[in-house]
């Protein structure tokens, strides 16, 4: 009895309640009204409505100031013209905002971002014109009289509305209702998921929730509520003013709730009261009282985003997450976690075809990602998706999940078409996955992430005003998968503070609980130190046992040890399919991982001579993005004239290491050193100055620029200025469109309708333009037709003559051909350094090295 008093005492609603309670007494103590006290308790609930937009479910409206006004102006027009009294025209007004809400959340939900919020503040400007100017019906700019507060017969007592103590606590225990079924609401499995889109939209539409419906139900709910406060407002004045639409109110909505603490329920309603206190005060002593609650507001968003209730949270501490009420992990007779549906186990493996992809693309502009694939999958393999950079593998897995639509082909899961089905309809067929670059719910715990997936096939997932804490087997299940996935220890960590390894397990646990038959896995690998990939490699290599899997992963050891069957994308198609020990001997794998093509037979040359110091040396570089180490003490030079590569497996730290030199990505430790000054963590934008130039994977050329604007965007004087003594070998317009004649004949041509090739060359181009000293090369012979690639290596040839260049590329062949060294790296680390005439020699080492 005791413990519940006291959590009873706690409960953040307690709190709010005693407010409500002591409020009068305390507008009379600082010799105010209690009028305003109604109005603090009015936009309170205001407040907390639409902090189930903005704080729950991630969206940002600038209209709620318009349903906060119709449901005043409904609740006016109804008691004027139809219904004395106060229920009904009560009742209208919740109506009104309510159908506004869903027609407009209609039209609405298909925006996203500041697209939304700009929208909903367009809505709000039309309603307050179309008030304003209806002058016969609303009164227009005079607003709307004759509203009264008649008294309220609750069976044989009267309660006198007119009396302004009466109205506070009669307003107040509507509000303390509806407050309460707002808090019922966050706080059931239609919550949970609302917390879920706001943390990870996608990821809350891929574990099977139809997040459009969702958000549009809330948009709903809270445009409601906000009609309740708004109809409860009117009454207080007796008057209702085209004022309560404008979009001022609205932007004071919104203050109210980051002030007070946008992710704390009550938060709003603190900061309703402080908005309506200073208000009173500070108009007492200046017109212009806005501009200082506006220094109040920017104060808050600087330095406490979560509002005046993010102050006392930080003062308490850190929030200690609990288990629910009656943990299965902890239980003294746990109940068995139910687990996923799942397929035979391989020993079936070749009884059933469970996806069959035929002749998929799909196309982005002149680029084809995917480009006709076709394969079957039985159930009970593991089955490898592999190939190199740029071949469709993660666009393969967006389009069988429908993140993307396909240009073509269709795909079958269990005999069903999945193709162009939205990821909720997906998932619920049974196709689960995780992504390439983690993604989890960070600001929910472990137990948390995984219940919100598991709860997607629950009978009660939509339920409004239930508790999640109470339904035990969906708790049960969410922590037997937890432990499944070796998390048990962590499962009430916040997901965000996990280590990357852990993390991993955590989003193939998220995948697990929407008991897929279908598992799609996508690097799950990356990024990890050794010991990490063990444990991912030992729980795939268990679930294998239960569940079909689909594995693209650039670790090509680990591919090996642990499929099935593999199949090799190259360009967007398949072009092999076997079993690991087949696919480890076919000749058009190793070419497309190594290259092979004729022209990188034609290497002509002296290599350059390393004489005194290096142009550029990387000294024991450690880089991550995030909680994901990707490159591990990795140390290179580069001297002033030579051409050296850094070639690697996909997913090795090449691009990263790219990164780290140009300081995209700062490294953790370690020094990048270029003409004798350690540059390691200095912004892009002065590195770049320093005369080092970066081509980009993806070209990343501008698409509403001419080509000619692309280059002159880039141009820099060459040393020594523009005048006598400029050096002669300089780049110009003129030089570029000699060295690639193609893009003269394209100057006027925006970027965006270029072909790969012709991007290529235009990404070259432009940052040869800075004149530099060192020229980095991401991938550039990536997606290029064979054609192409040796009109691209022969312009390299030329330009490395007066170039200091290190390059990045997929293409050993290439690569080798026409580098002086080269340096091989594998899962973060510096495997192999030395000339690059020995390594193209060596066909076994570059095989060991870089092949399958």
Known sequence: MRRAAAVALRHPLTWLYAWFLVLPFLMNAVKSTVSLGTEIVLFSLLAIAYNLLM?????????????????????????????????????????ASALAGGVIGFLLMRKRGVYFSLLTLAFTQMFFYIVYGATNVTGGENGLGGIERFPLRLGVATLDLGDKQVYYYASATVAAAAIFLLWRIVHSPFGRVLESIRENEQRASCVGYDVKRYKLIAFIVSCAFSGLAGALYTFLLNFAYPESLHVTMAGEIAAMTLVGGMKSFIGPAVGAAVFVFMRDTLSSWTQNWLIYFGMIFIAFVLFSPNGIVGVFQRLRGPRRFSPPAVPAAVSAAPRPARQPTASPPPAEAGSHLILDVRGLAKRFGALAAVDGATFQVRRGELRSLIGPNGAGKTTLFNVLTGLLLPDGGHAAFEGTAITARPPHQIVAAGVSRSFQIISIFHALTVFENVRIAAQAKHARRFSMLSSTHRFADLNDEALGLVRRVGLASKAFTVASSLSHGDQRLLEIGIAL??????????????????????????????LHQSVTIVLIEHDIDQVLALSDRITVLHQGRVIAEGRPAEIQQNPEVQTAYLGHLAVASEATGVPAT???????????????????????????????????????RNGAGKTTTLATITGVVPPRTGRVVYRGRDVAGRPPEEIARLRIGLVPQGRRIFPNLTVLENIQIGQRPAPGGSGAGADPRGWTVERVFSTFPRLRLLKDSRGGTLSGGELQMLAIARALMGNVELLLLDEPFEGLAPAVVEGMWKVLQE??????????????????????????????????????????????????????
């Open 513 to 542: 609980a929407t008991r897929p038959r279908l598992l799609l896995l996508d690097e799950p690998l990356a990024g990890l130190a050794a010991p990490e990939r063990r444990r991912v490699a030992d729980l795939i290599r268990e």
């Open 610 to 648: 390393c004489t005194g110091e290096p142009l550029l040396r990387v000294e024991a570089v450690n880089s991550a993005y995030g909680k994901s180490h990707i490159i591990h003490d990795v140390s290179l030079d580069v001297y002033p004239g030579e051409f050296v590569s850094l070639l690697g």
């Open 799 to 852: 330009i490395k003559r007066g170039t200091t260049i290190l390059l990045v590329e997929q293409n050993a062949d290439l690569a080798l051909a026409l580098s002086d060294r080269a340096y091989v790296i594998n899962n973060g680390s510096i495997a192999w350094n030395g000339d690059a005439r020995s390594l193209q020699a060596d066909h076994g080492l570059r095989l060991k090295l870089l092949g399958v």
């Open 55 to 95: 704080g729950y479910t991630g969206l940002v409206s600038f209209g709620h100031g318009a349903f906060f006004g119709i449901g005043g102006y409904a609740a006016g027009l109804t008691q004027i013209h139809f219904a004395r009294g106060m229920v009904v025209p009560l009742l209208a007004g919740v109506a």
